[in-house]
């Protein structure tokens, strides 16, 4: 079993009946949501989600999983599971490689717990190896890039993959800047500064979040780890 797999079907074990979910975006979360869709088949399971985009709601949808808007959960979601790009001892996070960094934030902070799943490539001592995402509007995104990079580092506007000239856009109509900072020394204060300039609506740094995170081995094991205090 590849690792992603096992890592995002493992995590679906967090879910039981009755809960209001938060779906995250990605390659290892498709497993999860592959899983929850099997138990809302074969064993009844109740559920509904709140999907971090597009792209999950196509597939919650052909999973038959019930989807509701946020508008419609009163008071948090009881659960959101999601990948990552980087996970850290403390499990801090570097997301939004898939472009999904904004809803999944909101998400992930409007949630009682939040689970990460990932393959264990995804671990790291410290974050920052991996571009951070940078969810900017378009109008003079390029004077948001210009104050980014003052910040010590370089960065590029991501284009779609299809053309590879056009800017790629977000569910929320939004330009990624991936921005390479090196190793991040501090990462809530790092977090702080991007969201103090002016343009930036999000930033892929995911800090104090998530209580666990799954992570899962090339032969098919996985393993549960709680955040280590740093
Ligand atoms: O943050 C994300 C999308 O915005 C994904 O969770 C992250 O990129 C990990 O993806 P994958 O599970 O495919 O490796």
Redesign the pocket.
């Known amino acids: 079993m590849e690792a992603?797999q096992a890592a995002g079907t493992e995590a679906a074990r967090y879910v039981e009946s009755g809960m209001k979910l938060g779906l995250?975006?990605?390659?290892?979360?498709y497993w999860t949501i592959r899983e929850l869709g099997r138990r809302v088949r074969e064993e009844g399971l109740r559920v509904e989600a709140v999907p971090t985009s597009l792209e999950t709601e196509k597939l919650a949808r052909q999973e038959g999983i019930p989807l509701i808007a946020p508008r419609e959960v009163a008071g948090r979601l009881d659960l959101a599971i999601?990948?990552?790009?980087e996970v850290d001892p403390a499990l801090r996070l570097i997301?939004?490689?898939?472009?999904?960094?904004l809803r999944?934030k909101l998400i992930a902070a409007n949630a009682e717990r939040f689970i990460v799943t990932?393959d264990s490539s995804k671990c790291v001592e410290k974050l920052g190896r991996f571009p951070l995402p940078v969810e900017v509007v378009p109008f003079a995104w390029e004077w948001t890039q210009r104050r980014l990079e003052l910040l010590g580092g370089t960065s590029r506007l991501r284009l779609t993959k299809d053309s590879g000239e056009e800017p790629y856009r977000t569910d929320n109509g939004n330009y990624v800047l991936d921005c390479a900072f090196g190793e991040i020394s501090d990462p809530a204060a790092m977090n702080r500064s991007l969201l103090e300039i002016p343009g930036v609506v999000e930033n892929?740094l995911f800090i104090g979040l998530a209580e666990r995170a799954v992570i899962g081995y090339t032969d098919g094991s996985t393993k549960t780890l709680r955040a280590e205090k740093l």
């Open positions: 992603k995250g975006t990605g390659s290892t979360v999601d990948g990552a790009d997301k939004g490689g898939g472009g999904a960094l999944e990932a892929g």
